[in-house]
């Protein structure tokens, strides 16, 4: 039997801390040889898209893949699980929160290993939907003094800060100076941008620059003096360069970084890379958002969903 879960039901069973884990767990597992991922794969229409993304972790018991069409009249997602050993089809669920919350979740890992550990405010460029995520998993990781959004309407980051300060029963600010959240010690782009909002120059010695908007070649968020700037770029997964990491792309085509000297966040996870070397440095992570991550979490949702009679059973 598989199990069918909508998003109301993945939304009331996942939460950022267990996301957090699982996703620093996973990425652990692929730098180990342990868990294998797949590059998304997209079909591009002239209204429409579809967009699919596997992999698979069998110490973990994920084996899947997620899909989700983008048209003007919006996204849909689903994650299919399967069981490694036997093929079965475990869940399907809807998953587009599952897909936020995992994606602020490497933006939390990452700040985790490459944060300096006195890091304690924090810079948003980006005020929608995926910039709450983002908020929330880096809350986690640090304790977290200041925090500071800016967005390109007024509105709309002003109606976030005052939703993510009841939300964290802490102030969050806005600003309509654009430089203002680069001065902090943690900065993170999750915008829609086509062109850098951020620019290397603004950033402070020591920062961490977690690029999370941009997973497509022709859109990019950050300009190459951030990625000039850093002493460490680290990645998802190295399988995305050159087909989606259009924050690194105007980098790496005019050598200001080579492929090589970008780093996967699992091997910094599993110890097989030194992260942050110095005080001083600055780190970045240009995340994709990989299947691996969205494996981790369904796996966890279905877990959860079988140990509470959550969802409803389907026959095929």
Do not use: C
């Amino acid at each position: 039997m598989t199990l069918f879960l909508t998003e109301k039901e993945v939304e009331n069973l996942l939460d950022t801390r267990s996301t957090l884990d699982a996703v620093e767990e996973i990425l652990r597992q692929q730098a180990e040889g342990r868990a294998t991922n797949r590059a998304r794969r997209r079909v591009a229409l002239p209204g429409s898209g579809l967009n699919v993304m596997f992999a698979g972790a069998p110490e973990i018991g994920a084996l899947g893949l997620k899909a989700y069409s983008v048209a003007r009249a919006g996204a849909r997602f689903y994650t299919m699980l399967f069981d490694p050993e036997t093929g079965e089809l475990l869940s399907l669920m809807q998953s587009d929160k599952l897909g936020q919350l995992r994606t602020g979740a490497a933006s939390g890992v990452a700040t985790k290993y490459l944060a300096r550990e006195d890091a304690d405010s924090l810079g948003l460029y980006g005020a929608g939907w995926q910039a709450e995520s983002q908020l929330e998993a880096i809350a986690a990781v640090r304790n977290l003094n200041r925090v500071i959004v800016y967005s390109r309407s007024e509105e709309s980051r002003k109606t976030f800060a005052q939703k993510m300060s009841e939300r964290l029963g802490m102030e969050v600010e806005s600003t309509h100076f654009p430089e203002e959240p680069a001065a902090q010690d943690i900065v993170v782009t999750s915008t829609s941008a086509r062109e850098p909002i951020l620019h290397g120059e603004w950033l402070k010695s020591g920062a961490h620059v977690n690029a999370a908007g941009s997973n497509f070649l022709f859109k990019t968020e950050i300009d190459r003096d951030v990625v000039k700037r850093a002493s460490l770029v680290a990645i998802d997964s190295r399988e995305e360069l050159g087909l989606e990491a259009g924050n690194l792309l105007q980098a790496l085509e005019t050598g200001v970084v080579l492929p090589e000297a970008v780093r996967e966040l699992g091997q910094i996870i599993a110890g097989q890379l030194l992260g942050r070397r110095g005080l001083e440095d600055i780190t970045l992570f240009a995340s994709q958002g990989i299947a691996l991550e969205d494996m981790a979490a369904a796996r966890l949702v279905y877990d959860r969903a079988i140990e509470q009679n959550v969802g409803r059973e389907m026959n095929f």
